[in-house]
């Protein structure tokens, strides 16, 4: 079945750096769009950044442009989010996202979270 799997979630101090991975199964991930999305407590889930199939297009928040890094292996079936110059706005529970348009019909897996703490 359908799996997405972070890690690397953790408390951090400001300044600090974490990198979270999201490990996929059960599908071709190589087909699959994937994203970064974070839900602080009392807010809306947004986007932080999206990768393409191949790696070639990436986007960020302008919240985190400069910070962060999204990456992929799909050799590994594996997204990666490098978080430098950590901030306490930050802290947030982390998702990654996968998605396919078929028949201009977009499918969607989530990952169950992963929960980041930037404080001193």
């Known amino acids: 079945q359908v799996q997405l799997v972070e890690s690397g979630g953790g408390l951090v101090q400001p300044g600090g750096s974490l990198r979270l991975s999201c490990a996929a199964s059960?599908?071709?991930?190589?087909?699959?769009?994937m994203s970064w999305y974070r839900q602080a407590p009392g807010k809306e889930r947004e986007l932080v950044a999206a990768?393409?199939?191949?790696?070639?297009?990436?986007n960020y928040a302008d919240s985190v442009k400069g910070r962060f890094t999204i990456s992929r292996d799909n050799a590994k079936n594996t997204v990666y989010l490098q978080m430098n110059s950590l901030k306490p706005e930050d802290t947030a529970v982390y998702y990654c996202?996968?998605?396919?348009?078929?028949?201009?019909?977009?499918?969607?897996?989530w990952g169950q979270g992963t929960q980041v703490t930037v404080s001193s």
């Open positions: 059960g599908f071709t991930f190589s087909r699959y769009v």
């Open positions: 990768i393409s199939t191949t790696g070639g297009s990436i």
């Open positions: 996202k996968a998605r396919v348009i078929t028949a201009q019909t977009p499918y969607d897996y």
